[in-house]
């Protein structure tokens, strides 16, 4: 079976257009925008709709105890899917390989963001909440966060170490699952020192907007479910990490001691095999 692309893309424009007919006459919608490849006008067949609600106060919850039945209304329905504990957001699939997610904000959510300043095709804004928020959002620039840097760096140092914990267990199921969640960790460092906007999926389209020698060094990190495979690939990360770290003391004035963070990394380098360059 194969997936024929001008019925993809023909079906996603048919979703959108019913998404967009669904809300617009709906009481309570203030404003209806969208992000991502489509208002960048760099969709292919595969992209998804990242699609925004903002919603009068007093009928929020409603859209809300809405935002599984609704989707039963804009054609071919699989499922949904959500993530814990987050109540805002619905993840819709749909026949043949089509997603959309859905975003519901307050008025009050829509904060002047470098986010903003990303491609945004606004659908519906009579009182021109996100031409408002786009204006204001005008020469902001992502800004790195002391105590988010602070949380990332520990972060990354457990994953890390929890790596060759678990791999000089056998736990090569386990080590590998954590030596992608050290990968994030380091995009998302990448991501600070190119100003790019945090993302909740750090991964995503990375290999069009991280660092090219990142890029490279997680090229090679992607190993074989043995444990002398791993420890390279854990090798090889962690050297390009110490150089992240020092570049992040660099930068700011972080509440932690850069010898430490240094030497711990080092230590683990050791263990992992010894210096690794490209």
Not at 45 to 51: A, G, K, L, R, T
């Amino acid at each position: 079976m194969k997936l024929n692309a001008d019925e993809l893309n023909s079906a996603r424009q048919h979703l959108l257009k019913k998404v967009v007919d669904y809300f617009i006459v709906k009481k309570g919608v203030e404003a209806l925008f969208i992000q991502g490849s489509i208002a960048s006008g760099t969709t292919d067949e595969f992209s998804d709709i990242d699609f925004r609600v903002v919603v009068q106060p007093e009928l929020y919850e409603q859209f809300l105890d809405e935002r599984f039945s609704a989707p039963k209304y804009w054609g071919e329905w699989l499922y949904n899917e959500w993530p814990a504990g987050v109540r805002w957001v619905c993840v819709s699939h749909f026949y043949p390989f089509n997603k959309i997610d859905v975003l519901y904000y307050y008025p009050e959510n829509l904060q002047p963001s470098p986010w903003y300043l990303q491609p945004v095709q606004v659908i519906y804004d009579p009182k021109k909440l996100i031409h408002q928020v786009i204006e204001a959002s005008s020469g902001l620039e992502f800004t790195l966060d002391v105590d988010e840097v602070n949380r990332l760096i520990s972060k990354g140092l457990a994953q890390a170490e929890e790596v060759y914990r678990r791999v000089m267990r056998g736990e090569l199921f386990y080590a590998q699952s954590l030596l992608n969640n050290f990968r994030g960790s380091m995009m998302q460092i990448d991501d600070y020192f190119l100003k790019n906007p945090s993302s909740m999926s750090p991964s995503a389209h990375f290999e069009q907007r991280g660092s090219q020698i990142l890029i490279e060094v997680l090229k090679h990190s992607y190993p074989s479910l043995d444990q002398t495979s791993i420890l390279n690939a854990l090798n090889a990360l962690l050297n390009r990490y110490q150089y992240q770290v020092m570049n992040l003391h660099d930068m700011l004035r972080l509440n932690r001691d850069a010898k430490t963070d240094l030497h711990w990394i080092n230590t683990l380098i050791n263990l992992s095999g010894g210096s690794f360059k490209f």
